[in-house]
């Protein structure tokens, strides 16, 4: 006999932008403000009708699922289709499925929790009408007693009566840490669905034979994921065959589904072409990061720098980049542009970018970071043109091995004990000396700020010159917490360094929904009352959870 849970959902509210767009209302899109009115007016008349509800029955092999808001919701849009309320039909139709999105994400997350429990995982999702018949929503309701836990049915036609109700099928598997439960929008055969979450669509490479997948894509400019390096463990590379062949790999079949690979979804890193074979890249994980910077001080404009000069100051983190366009009179930051490094592609942690280095790679990770740093000043100088006659200086502080990735030195010495550097920086250049010749600052000079030893960088010599530590006779502990994380404990007479790699751990590099910090990246966790709400980058719908929502969930859960 099957294992029957009954849940509730918790908060679940209707997101008025979501419907919007769910009803075909773009920003720009002529009527949006007059029907984001109507949206609003609407939301109080849905919240009091709703009883959403769900309920799970575990089988041998099989979790069923049916989820419903409840029989008044579907009755109140009848009524408007009825009455022939066109747009109210529409409106509340759309704010309905927000509703029932949310009450998905609610009963996902408890089952999960239900799993570990019962020591178990969740292999696959199957959505009856998509990915298998129809007529299994006949079995999820037979299998969970959905007429008498929560009131749906199913008639002759498959179809779930309320209308505002919903059937899923989950493959049961030993390994509580595989939780495949989510809908995979990038695998989903509805390409024209207008709830479809992935952004940008997919980007088709063709890769000729006898060569390895993810070096084609990146060598035609197409950024791709890897914050293992390349191993075959974080998954995050996935791609698409849409012709030719490419063989399945063990570490294909630890990451997707049966029915994935029968689509065609390799890892890059692991595929290798027999065949010249097109490849469909995902764009999901090629959206912008969201990168946090100072915001610039409106005080100095392009009329003061014009007169008494300005210069760059770039960090170059090793997920993210940020440089600042500086008023060289008072040190005031007039502009600030961010962003991701694509020198991700070869790895999320420094060691991953030295063994890449090492074997190589090394002119292509200069290139990756020389493109955004020049990208990021011709930035600045679109925003300020005013500026670009009179900069004549640029620093950059950066860990050691990403300035020796920058200047093309060997990482052979970085890697290994005693861990050498070619140089720790404090050497002044010409700019085509760092970025190339053709460069369009030519009369201007780039410093590297001084590091202090192989893992502790010029950005913390910068950190703790910048903090006011090494002035000061009070004792301060300075924290730089990134990829590699570095703490300063001390003041001006004598100063503690330590210095610890944090990879991809707060890029949620092993967790199966970890994410760099792009839009829709759980950013922010509070508990609540003994359940998370959650912050996402941009507000937009959960892709995955970044560093600060994973620091923020552990911080929540052991307060």
Known sequence: MADIRILRGQRIVPDVDQALHFAGYQKANLGRDKSLVRCQELVPVLRPLMQAKAVLAFTDDKVYAILTLGEAVSRQLDRYEKDGDVMDSLLFNALADTCLMALEADVLQKLQLICRQKGCGITGRHEPGSDISITAQADAVRETKARQSVGVTVNRDSVLSPAKSMSLVFDVGPDPDVFRAAHDCAACPKTDCDRRQEKGGEAVVTVPAGVKVDEAIQGQGTSLPMPCGGKGRC????VRVVSGKIAVTPADRNVFSDSQLREGWRLACQAETTEDTKIAVPLREQQGFSALALHEDKASGDDLLANHGCGIAVDIGTTTIAASLIDQRDGRI???????????????????????????????????????????????????????????????????????????????????????????????????????????????????????????????????????????????????????????????????????????????????WGTASVSGAIC????????????????????????????????????
């Open 235 to 238: 998954g995050k590379c996935r």
């Open 334 to 512: 007039v502009a600030t542009a961010t962003t991701g490094s694509h020198q991700r592609s070869f790895g999320a942690d420094v060691i991953s970018r030295i063994e890449a280095a090492n074997k190589g790679k090394g002119k292509a990770l200069q290139k990756a970071v020389r493109r955004d740093i020049l990208g990021l000043m011709e930035k600045l100088f679109d925003d300020h043109p005013e500026a670009k006659a009179s900069c004549h200086k640029v620093a950059i502080a950066a860990n050691t091995t990403m300035i020796h990735l920058l200047m093309g030195w060997s990482c052979e010495g970085l890697g290994n004990w005693p861990f050498t550097p070619v140089s720790l920086g404090g050497e002044t250049y010409s700019f085509s000396e760092v970025f190339g010749k053709g460069g369009f600052l030519t009369d201007c000079q780039v410093t590297l700020i001084p590091g202090m030893s192989t893992y502790v960088g010029g950005d913390i010599t910068a950190g703790i010159a910048a903090c006011g530590l090494m002035d000061s006779d009070e004792v301060t502990l300075f924290i730089d917490l990134g990829t590699n994380g570095e703490l300063v404990l001390g003041n001006r007479n004598e100063r503690f360094i330590a210095s610890a790699p944090a990879g991809p751990a707060l890029e949620g590099g092993k967790l199966t």
């Open 524 to 559: 922010g966790v509070r508990i609540e009352g003994g359940k998370a709400v959650v912050r996402t980058i941009d507000g937009a719908v959960p892709v995955g959870i970044c560093g600060t929502g994973i620091i923020e969930a552990m911080a929540g859960l052991v307060s």
